[in-house]
């Protein structure tokens, strides 16, 4: 077991970057393409995802003053928001953790064979998704199995949906002949701003409200453009959050950057990606009739290239900031939540079909939400982050802590 469990930390260690392409050229060549476009294939999503990192990375260092100077203004928070690395590092250390993976790809093949799912998930990586569950279950019960259970049972699930929602992301983004997998935003950032979307639909007015980009381009020309717009809201963020001239240009030609260079690294993934899909298509039809279809399962990063989601995460993070300062009974000022904005948004934008209003309003609803569940769960997160090797000074929680089926899991561990 420690051989396997070695083999496999050792792999996911190398991160996203190195793992994808090595998965796709794999797949390319099951599907039986050439040897050499299968190779293309994984070295254009790989350097595709290395780009969404590094532009990710841009747009937190451009917000790091201004999440600073909130961070500052705030006092008494109790729990420690450190963030998801921490976190799905320390789900690694489940003893199940080995398995989870070559277990669940078995399992997904078996089910796309039985024509029970139409989503292959090639997104290892975000595994970590189902091991937190599982090592939630796995330190607050002592049990192994129910552990491993659990975390397939997730894996499962993420494939479920992935095909609930697999038009609605493929007709809103044009990624064509891929789903996304990342259960935490699937499963759970999709039903809440689809309930808030539903909410301001009886809101008289209000419901009529249809902000977009594409009409803003059209009323104010080239102040419009999504790179102008970037630029704008960088520079008032700068300027309300009172930073010096040296940081507020650098903080809004940064964000400007991000959305230019955004959709642009999106679409050399999607280079990759969309021969992977026809292979995909083609091998599945021939296999399995014509009525087959097959969707990979992906990051939610691949949504990212949108430029309504851009412009939700940046306008977003001040408003995230400013409800965890005014908000009664908040415990935790969001810093790792505020690095997951980037993340929660592209639900948000899919759900709102592209309505910034909607998209914002949905965002920071969803992070309000967290606020409170995340810092229920606080002790339980905190027993499996301690027990993991995480040194806290006191209680921890995380955003993906706020996920419905790690409330019940802490419920449960409460009857004992």
Not at 242 to 255: Q, T
Not at 286 to 305: E, F, P, Q, W, Y
Request: net charge positive; glycine share 10%; aromatic share 10%.
């Amino acid at each position: 077991m420690d051989a396997i469990f070695n083999i496999v930390k050792s792999i996911t260690d190398l991160g996203a970057t190195a793992i994808l392409p090595i998965i796709i050229a794999i797949l390319g060549l099951v599907f039986r393409m050439k040897i050499g476009n299968a190779i293309k294939s994984g070295l254009l999503v790989g350097v595709g995802f290395l780009g969404l990192t590094l532009v990710v990375g841009l747009l937190n260092s451009s917000l790091e003053p201004a999440i600073e100077y909130y961070a500052k203004i705030g006092s008494g928070f109790t729990i420690a928001d450190v963030g998801w690395p921490a976190v799905g590092a320390a789900s690694w250390v489940a003893p199940f953790a080995a398995l989870a993976i070559p277990l669940g790809l078995l399992i997904n093949l078996a089910l796309v064979r039985l024509k029970w799912t139409n989503t292959l998930n090639v997104d290892i990586w975000n595994y970590m998704h189902f091991l937190i569950p599982g090592a939630l279950a796995y330190f607050l019960f002592d049990s192994f199995w129910l552990g491993l259970i659990i975390t397939l049972a997730m894996s499962v699930i993420a494939l479920f949906v992935g095909d609930l929602i697999a038009k609605k992301w493929q007709d809103y983004f044009g990624l064509e002949g891929t789903t996304c997998t990342t259960i935490i935003y699937s499963a759970w950032g999709y039903p809440i701003p689809w309930l808030v979307n539903k909410i301001i639909d009886f809101i008289p007015g209000v419901n009529k409200w249809n902000i977009s980009l594409d009409k803003i381009n059209k009323r104010m020309g080239v102040f419009g453009e999504p790179v102008i717009i970037g630029f704008i809201v960088g520079l008032i963020l700068g300027l309300i959050t009172k930073r010096p001239v040296s940081e507020v240009v650098p903080m809004a030609i940064g964000i400007a950057g991000v959305m230019v260079l955004m959709p642009a690294v999106v679409r050399i993934m999607m280079e990759g990606l969309s021969p992977i899909g026809k292979a995909a298509r083609d091998f599945m039809i021939k296999r399995m009739g014509d009525n087959s279809k097959l969707n990979v399962g992906m990051d939610i990063a691949l949504g990212l290239g949108d430029p309504t989601t851009i412009t939700t995460t940046v306008v977003s993070i001040p408003l995230v900031m400013l409800f965890a300062l005014i908000l009664p009974g908040v415990q935790f000022f969001p810093i790792g939540l505020l690095m997951s904005i980037t993340y929660i948004s592209v639900m948000c934008t899919l759900t709102s079909k592209g309505n910034l209003f909607r998209s914002v309003v949905s965002t920071v609803v969803f992070c309000i939400i967290t606020f409170y569940l995340a810092a229920l769960i606080a002790p339980g997160a905190t027993h499996m982050l301690t027990s993991a090797g995480v040194k806290l000074t006191g209680l921890g929680t995380d955003v993906t802590f706020s996920e419905p089926w790690n409330l019940v899991i802490y419920w449960f561990s409460t009857l004992k």
